[in-house]
């Protein structure tokens, strides 16, 4: 019979991390016990933003709450064949002094998709998820290696492959399997990536080497850290902002969320007070760096081209191709709008216009970083 716990006192009367820490440490777990974090970035004040207005088909209760940690209610309602809800409890707990927020909680996994990541994606424009690159996870855990000393050990791994559209034809008995099965067909007759699920147990740095061989990157990966053929803890990392331990909360803090925290200070950084609007009419231009030159084969423009069109909700108008690019975007999200250059062989240039959100900025970035090549987020001068 599986273990229940009571979780009040997991959620209740908190202060600040530690004390989230310390009544962990002190639970008498189950073995399939998770912990599940959220991280968000945030423009303003979360708490704040959270209070202007409720989502339809939400309800939301602040049961507990101070300048750095509030304990939530979360409820969502359904309307399907049958009338149900979904409720939870987060700690929804600010990082130091910054906008950077972690949401904790204890709850099933069905919760928080259906529910908190459903509930904080309403507070587009001045809400993003954190995301992370696959670089970012490879220093994450390299430096998880070196704090702990010891073994990183992956047991699941998502990748995905950077490739060009792929048609595939589908015979009836085909599509009847689909539709058994619950697949979106459309999805499947036109994919814009090939993923590659792994189960192993091998060091980290090696599935990082084959998804770098095989011009992937890594979307999700779960692992375990030995230590005198200990396990410290097991853990997910997703670049989504989504992760997952199942001890040593404190640990798994300290060694990997501290680093995910300064990615979303520097990202808050980059991204926020771009408009022109909120900058008397001055462009604050952006720029995706390489290392090396990607755009030297002009191929790389028409496959940026076709990345950019595939911006999910938005649409976009094409000036120049070749040798050099230039198009418009707009985000059909919040009407946040760009111009997008290619002017050198290393460089991507984001431009916004008049409106241009916090998050619409992050989201067009991550899809930028995911369709066509990782790279890195600068300021512009413009002089």
């Known amino acids: 019979m599986k273990k229940k716990i009571n979780t009040y006192w997991l959620y209740s009367h908190h202060n600040n991390l530690d004390s989230i820490f310390s009544a962990l440490e002190r639970a008498d777990l189950p073995i399939d016990f998770e912990v599940k974090l959220f991280m968000l970035i945030s423009s303003t004040n979360l708490f704040e933003e959270l209070k202007k207005w409720i989502p339809k088909s939400f309800s939301v209760n602040f049961i507990e709450e101070n300048d ?4 939530i209610k979360l409820t969502k309602s359904f309307s399907h064949t049958k009338n149900y809800d979904i409720s939870g409890y987060i700690n929804l707990v600010r990082i130091g002094t910054t906008n950077v927020f972690v949401a904790i909680s204890y709850e099933s996994f069905n919760f928080v998709k259906k529910v908190v990541l459903t509930y904080f994606a309403h507070f587009y424009s001045n809400v993003s998820r954190l995301y992370i690159s696959s670089n970012q996870i490879r220093k994450i855990l390299d430096n998880l290696k070196e704090i702990t000393e010891g073994e990183i050990a992956t047991d699941r791994v998502v990748s995905y492959s950077r490739i060009d559209d792929k048609i595939i034809l589908l015979t009836k008995y085909q599509d009847k399997i689909l539709k058994e099965n619950y697949m979106d ?18 060091d980290y740095t090696k599935s990082f080497q084959r998804a770098a061989e095989n011009d992937q990157w890594i979307d999700k990966i779960t692992f375990a850290v030995i230590k005198e053929n200990h396990e410290l803890f097991y853990g997910f990392l997703s670049r989504d902002g989504i992760f997952k331990c199942n001890k040593n909360l404190r640990l798994f803090f300290n060694t990997i969320l501290t680093n995910v925290s300064k990615i979303g200070s520097d990202k808050i950084k980059v991204f926020k007070d771009k408009s022109r609007v909120e900058n008397a009419g001055k462009i604050k231009p952006l720029i995706i760096e390489y290392s090396y030159s990607v755009f030297k084969d002009v191929e790389y423009n028409k496959r940026l081209i076709k990345v950019l069109s595939e911006f999910p909700k938005s649409s976009y108008s094409v000036y120049h191709g070749n040798p050099y690019v230039h198009l418009s975007l707009v985000d059909y999200c919040d009407g946040s709008s760009y111009d997008i250059w290619v002017l050198t062989d290393d460089k991507i240039i984001i431009v916004p216009q008049l409106k241009a959100s916090f998050s619409s900025i992050s989201r067009l970035c991550e899809h930028i970083f995911r369709k066509f090549r990782e790279g890195e987020i600068k300021e512009l001068e413009v002089k």
């Open 185 to 202: 067909i459309e999805n499947t007759r036109k994919r814009t990536k090939e993923s590659d699920l792994r189960w192993t147990y091998e």
């Open 68 to 71: 750095n940690l509030a304990t």
